[in-house]
């Protein structure tokens, strides 16, 4: 019988078509897990031959009880690494002997801990590519080289691929080993610069020149970079991130004054392109939108500048907090003592940008890092950013960042528990608020334009009047769109909401923290904004404001400020209450003669304020007897006092003498009245000054000033506004707080600088000598005049007062 014909059929190509992706796959996987099993079954039996060799040439048995350790994968690699089969050292008859012990599995050979069977039977038809790819091949000891690939070349020959060496970095240890070695010749005062050739050795001559010449070289690129942004911003916008860039500096010969360089060249930059606009990011819509052309470059050039302005806040930002921190850490770029130029030039960078740029993106940002340096230590540098604050708040037209730098400053105050300093709180006294919203009742609120509904317009209006009546009101849409200019009643909001967070500052003030060094700055702002405060507030403002003045705790310009906002309030709308603040007057009257008399101070222009306040504005609520007690008080005033407060004075008793007619009975020297003068009496209702008369101007019409003496002839006469005894109409025009300014700018200028020469020591001591012994001697005159007596117990307190 012949041998058995194989009636298994070849697949056809159209049935392997058929066969599925899986089962290909699979066929492929199982492949490739029976050569790697094959593989790993070679490689352990001639790992199983070496360690036979070993036994068999050191002659030692291995005992059967003793189990084999696993060695780690480690030590396997490691072995694999040697040669595969190490047998050449091996004399003839023990290289027949291994071999032939190879081909059989013995003891010997076999893992005791495993369970394989012992006979193993070979693969059929055992492919001879198969065996060769089985041998281990040997590994190459040198490193392989890291190559960094490049963009390929194209050439007729196609396309070329192009790569590099990667540099091999240096150690750690090496790094530091260099360090040392610079610091060290840094302190010997020598630097080495690696060139082109060899080493060289500079001294300090040639290091100064040499770093001139590297600061003219980045002053020049800076300029260039500039100017060319400037030039074609939309299409240098590039060239702006490098200018940026020049803000890290690594030369620490340059780096200080190149970064300074660079902040004022950005600012000036960003002063110059950026639009008037707000620019806001574009939404997902707009992004996907296909656009025109040069729409589409504009807003890679908005994006672009608003990606550079936020880097360029932000390292303005990052350097101030340097300073701040005071880092230890040794910086081989910035010394520690460079820290702070480098923070005031970003500070003023950040106080421009805040006045120049209100309306563009991040300026809250901006007032956030600003408003806590206000309260900083640094008197430069809260002076910087104070300044700018008010220099805000004086050309903000709309009020919109007015009210985000109010709501800063208010969140600051009330977190430092109301111990900040007093320039903070002042800066409010710069804000430019006039009017506000005022609540009106129900009745008084004007009924508002109601537009006709359909209904009404169908019933009332014709076809082509609801026509025409549709256009008119898109039109008017339409121009209140493209209308420029903020509504007034938008602004009036602003401003309401604004003065609301000022007075809530001032009254958490008043309320918690009376003895605060920020008391001056809460009354005199009361006195600025006083006539804005709500009419509900009156009543108690006026308590808690004359409670201060009671109190004592209050030096002379703190109740000067108290009485002035006490009758701004009574000014504004509290006209219509029938309050009578005769406490204030007769608190006002009394501090007269405390007035420092030899020192040009604010205090007078503040008390020429509240008569003005007091008197002139409330005349129709004020008694005759107080006008002429304030008149006369104030004439005697004039005497004690320097010259430019003696002509605000004057001028304020002129204007009160105008108008109060009546007051002309001062001018009398016959009593008009019963009672004698009291002028040591400090309630100006009863001290009947009608009796007396204005002897002071007599005195005053020989003083050494002219414009005093032009004054005191005037009023002698009953200052009249025609005539001889008028004034000039540069002095009559003016108002007596003008004419106080004025005149101080001119004695300033006058008086002679004080020297440490001796002749001028010598020159002052005889003028001051001479004015004494003036007043003395218009004093002794005083006294010795028989005509006056209704005041001689005055003017014996006033010599004493003179003489302390």
Request: glycine content about 4%; charged content about 30%; aromatic content about 6%.
């Amino acid at each position: 019988m012949g041998p058995r014909k194989n009636t298994k059929r070849v697949p056809s190509f159209r049935k392997l078509l058929k066969t599925s992706n899986v089962k290909l796959a699979n066929k492929l996987k199982n492949k490739q897990y029976n050569q790697q099993s094959a593989a790993k079954k070679y490689k352990k039996e001639q790992k199983q031959l070496r360690q036979a060799a070993r036994d068999v040439s050191a002659k030692t048995g291995t005992p059967l009880d003793q189990p084999k350790r696993k060695r780690s994968d480690e030590e396997e690699e490691e072995e694999m690494e040697e040669d595969v089969l190490p047998l050449d050292m091996l004399e003839d008859d023990d290289l027949e002997y291994m071999q032939s012990m190879g081909q059989r599995a013995l003891f010997l050979t076999r893992d005791l801990h495993s369970s394989e069977p012992i006979h193993v039977k070979k693969r059929k038809n055992e492919n001879t590519v198969e065996q060769y790819e089985k041998v281990p091949r040997y590994l190459q000891n040198e490193p392989e080289k890291e190559l960094i690939h490049l963009l390929p070349i194209k050439d007729k020959r196609g396309i070329i691929p192009q790569s590099i060496e990667r540099p091999i970095l240096m150690e750690e240890g090496e790094e530091e080993e260099e360090m040392t070695e610079e610091n060290q010749q840094h302190e010997e005062g020598k630097k080495i610069v690696a060139g082109k050739g060899p080493l060289q050795i500079l001294t300090t001559e040639e290091l100064l020149l040499l770093r001139r010449k590297t600061l003219q070289e980045k002053k020049i690129h800076i300029a260039t970079l500039a100017s060319s942004i400037l030039t074609e911003p939309d299409n240098n916008i590039k060239k702006l991130k490098e200018l940026r860039s020049m803000l890290m500096e690594k030369d620490p010969n340059v780096a200080v004054t190149v970064r300074k360089l660079v902040m004022v060249s950005l600012l000036e930059v960003f002063k110059d392109i950026t639009p008037c606009y707000r620019i806001r990011p574009l939404t997902e819509a707009e992004k996907t939108t296909k656009v025109r052309k040069e729409t589409q470059h504009l807003r890679e050039f908005e994006e672009g500048l608003v990606c550079q302005y936020k880097f360029y806040l932000e390292n303005l930002e990052q350097t101030i907090k340097d300073w701040k921190q005071m880092k230890k850490k040794k910086s081989e770029v910035v010394s520690l003592k460079a820290y702070k130029g480098l923070a005031e030039v970003a500070v003023k960078c950040l106080c421009e940008l805040l006045v120049a740029l209100p309306h563009f993106n991040f300026h809250n940002n901006i007032a956030v890092m600003i408003v806590p340096l206000m309260n900083d230590a640094s008197r430069k540098i809260s002076e910087m950013c104070c300044g700018a604050v008010e220099k805000l708040f004086k050309q903000d037209k709309i009020g919109r960042p007015s009210l985000a730098v109010v709501k800063i400053i208010s969140g600051l105050v009330k977190s430092r528990n109301y111990e900040v300093k007093p320039e903070v709180l002042k800066t409010f006294l710069a804000l430019r608020i006039k009017e506000v919203e005022v609540k009106k009742d129900s009745e008084e609120i004007a009924p508002k334009k109601r537009f006709m509904t359909c209904k009404e317009k169908r019933k009332n209006l014709s076809r082509m009047q609801r026509k025409w009546k549709k256009a008119e009101e898109k039109l008017e849409k339409e121009l209140l769109e493209t209308e420029a200019s903020e509504s007034k009643d938008k602004k009036l909001k602003l401003h309401t909401e604004t003065l609301n967070i000022v007075f809530l500052t001032y009254f958490r003030i008043l309320k918690k923290a009376q003895k605060s060094l920020l008391l001056p700055g809460v009354l005199e702002g009361l006195a600025k904004f006083a006539h804005l405060i709500n009419v509900e507030f009156f009543d108690d403002l006026l308590v808690v404001l004359y409670s201060l003045i009671d109190s004592g705790s209050l030096n002379y310009r703190e109740c000067l400020h108290c009485i002035q906002a006490a009758f701004h309030v009574l000014s504004g709308q509290g006209d219509v209450l029938n309050i009578d603040p005769m406490k204030f007057y007769t608190h006002l009257y009394k501090m007269l003669f405390a007035l420092h008399a030899g020192d040009t101070n604010e205090d007078v222009l503040i008390m020429l304020q509240c008569i003005d306040v007091m008197l002139t504005k409330r005349r129709k609520q004020v008694s005759l007897q107080r006008a002429v007690a304030y008149i006369k008080r104030l004439t005697t005033l004039a005497l004690n006092v320097l010259p430019n407060s003696a002509i605000g004075i004057l001028a304020t008793n002129r204007v009160l003498m105008n108008s109060f007619p009546k007051t002309d009975i001062l001018l009398d020297s016959e009593s008009h009245g019963s009672g004698l003068y009291l002028p040591e009496l400090d309630e100006p209702e009863y001290c009947n000054a009608q009796n007396t008369a204005v002897w002071e101007l007599h005195y005053l019409q020989r003083h050494f000033h002219p414009v005093v003496r032009m004054f005191a002839a005037h009023l002698s006469v009953g200052a009249p506004s025609e005539g001889s005894g008028a004034l000039r109409a540069e002095l009559s025009r003016k108002h007596a707080t003008e004419l106080f300014e004025e005149f101080s700018m001119k004695e300033m200028t006058f008086n002679p600088p004080i020297t440490s020469s001796g002749s001028n020591k010598k020159k002052t001591a005889q003028q001051s000598a001479f004015l004494d012994s003036d007043l003395h001697r218009q004093i002794n005159r005083l006294l010795e005049n028989p005509s006056i007596t209704a005041d001689l117990k005055f003017a014996d307190n006033f010599r004493a007062e003179s003489h302390t």
